[in-house]
């Protein structure tokens, strides 16, 4: 009976430490995510993406900071592994020699500069007040592209996050501001015939890239198979917003309870019409160059200190799509 009673506890031993084994072999990868502000419309993709992830043992733990540099920053010191930030922010951390390196885009350029329709063409902006989110940022390059182009000098004022300089312009402390589609139609909505659109840069610079998801190159060399992992979830999000927009409200709804109801339509219009979000992951060679191109003319990045290569990694993107195929 001893015998027996040796023989069963052993087994025991030897299952438990099986299943303990098995736990860790199954345990849930984690990649901590960086995003440069509040969640938005435009997040609303991968953060669906991340939801499927976790059904497959990928858990992805997101963190929102206030600005775009903490973000870059954050992933360059190793405290998070993937991130999304304005393209120009990426490009000049590789200018500066950091080791990051772009792997698909998050949105498109979907900026818009917004005035009061007492302004008629961007020369009256000459002095006057015009906000953006943060230095090296696409909303930086984009009104110091249009002081040069219109050789006009504004008041220039940092104010970070879209939403906050759009509810500064309706009370009257701005004069202008590139604002996201949500804040455009914000505005619109909530002061009727007093704001217009002075400038669509979507519309201008179809080329421009705009958030772009990027990495380390250390990280993306050790974990490619994540990385590939994340690309194709969040590929995939895009996808299915292009076939349902209907779900793109829905899950809005659900992600971002802050969102006006009434102009979910409206934004989801708008995000189609714009293909904000790239059913390819928008990072190809063509829109890399013409941007990294705009960002010179705009003086934000020093001409010939950047090409391509050194700020752009295709390579698990071109896998994902030579996986799940083009569209």
């Known amino acids: 009976m001893t015998k027996w009673c040796v023989r069963i506890a052993a087994l025991f031993v030897v299952l438990t430490l099986g299943l303990i084994g098995g736990g860790e072999a199954q345990a849930q990868k984690k990649v901590r995510f960086a995003?440069?502000?509040s969640a938005d419309m435009g997040d609303v993709p991968s953060l669906?993406?991340?939801e499927q992830l976790k059904k497959r043992g990928v858990e992805v733990v997101p963190t929102f900071f206030p600005k775009t540099d903490?973000?870059?920053q954050a992933v360059v010191a190793g405290e998070a592994d993937i991130g999304s930030a304005a393209g120009i922010a990426v490009v000049k951390a590789v200018e500066s020699g950091l080791n990051v390196r772009i792997i698909a885009e998050q949105v498109r350029n979907e900026w818009q500069l917004v005035t009061p329709v007492s302004f008629k063409e961007p020369k009256q902006l000459d002095?006057?007040?015009v906000g953006y989110?943060?230095?090296i940022t696409v909303t930086e390059a984009l009104v110091k592209w249009m002081a040069q182009h219109y050789k006009i000098t504004p008041n220039w004022m940092i104010i970070p996050g879209s939403d906050v300089r759009a509810e500064a312009l309706m009370r009257g402390q701005l004069d202008a501001t590139p604002a996201e589609i949500v804040d455009v139609l914000n505005i619109l909505s909530a002061k009727p015939g007093r704001f217009h659109v002075l400038i669509s840069y979507a519309k201008i610079f179809p080329q421009l890239v705009g958030s772009m998801y990027?990495?380390?190159a250390d990280y993306l060399q050790k974990e490619s198979a994540t990385v590939e992992s994340v690309l194709e979830a969040v590929l995939r999000a895009y996808r299915s917003a292009e076939e349902r927009p209907a779900s793109v409200k829905e899950n809005a709804l659900r992600l971002l309870p802050e969102t006006k109801p009434e102009l979910i339509d409206a934004i989801a219009g708008s995000y189609k019409e714009l293909r904000i979000w790239d059913i390819n992951g928008g990072a190809g060679k063509e829109r890399g160059e013409a941007s990294i191109k705009f960002f010179e003319e705009a003086g934000l990045l020093k001409k010939g200190a950047v090409n391509f290569q050194?700020?752009?990694d295709t390579g698990p993107l071109d896998r994902v799509?030579?996986?799940i195929g083009r569209k």
Do not use: C, D, N
């Open 35 to 37: 995003y440069p502000s």
């Open 48 to 50: 669906l993406a991340w």
């Open 70 to 72: 903490l973000a870059v």
């Open 127 to 129: 002095g006057k007040r």
């Open 133 to 135: 989110h943060a230095p």
């Open 214 to 216: 990027f990495t380390r």
């Open 310 to 312: 050194q700020a752009f």
């Open 321 to 323: 799509i030579k996986r």
